[in-house]
């Protein structure tokens, strides 16, 4: 069996369980909180972030890309109609292009400043830097959103799926950074017709379906978040 150490709302984690729920792996979940530094999960990743999973045994696989390729390694290669990383050397090239778009370039520009202002600073005693929100974060992160949202728009306006034609690890960390940005409200879907239909097919599929049950404690989900015909 599979533990994921995660955060619910952390968007690298929340691109992990959907490659997991695309893959049919069955895995527990356990939530870590990075800010403490918990020495046992420091003897997992010395560098104390999240994602990190662990396969019976063997070594912890830490980081997110580096557990997504793992999982292709040893999942999908054996699925090529499902495998969310392509055979051809170009097609590999774009997802890869495009995991790194999503995954630092739209993590650093918007849902870093959001999850860690909304989600994040609540859950933190003071001592770990919580308390209420930074407005002019949150300011730049609904700018940078709008930008983000355009792109992903021509993406899904001229492809069938973000990266080509084939469901893709892509499609997975644009999807999970929207979707933590989406229980809070933060998605203004009206700016973007061709990025509110391709998110509505992704939020359809099965391995969505446990993210939608995600709760915070005293902040509700948006109406849109669990609406699959948002």
Known sequence: MLKLYHHPFCPHSRTVRLALGEYGVQFDCTTEYPWIRRQDFLM???????????ENDGGPVCGT?????????????????????????????EVRRLMDWFLYKFHQEVLSYIVHERIYKQEMAPKYGGGQPDSSAL????????????????????????????????????AAMLSAADYLGEVPWSRDENTKSWYARVKSRPSFRPL???????????????????
């Not at 972030?49 to 662990?54: A, E, F, Q, W």
């Not at 999982?71 to 590999?92: M, V």
């Open 139 to 174: 300011r730049v992160a609904r700018i940078n959103m709008g930008h983000h949202l355009q792109y992903i728009g021509y993406l899904a306006g001229t492809r069938k799926w973000l990266a080509g034609d084939q469901l893709s690890f892509a499609d997975l960390a644009a």
């Open 65 to 93: 890309w580096v557990i997504l390729e793992y999982l292709d390694e040893t999942r999908g290669y054996s699925i090529p109609d499902r495998r969310l990383l392509p055979d051809h050397p170009a097609k590999r090239a």
């Open 44 to 54: 997992l990743n010395p560098a104390g972030t999240i994602p990190v999973l662990n």
């Open 212 to 230: 939608l049950s995600d709760k915070m404690l005293g902040m509700p989900a948006s109406p849109t978040y669990a609406d699959l015909d948002f």
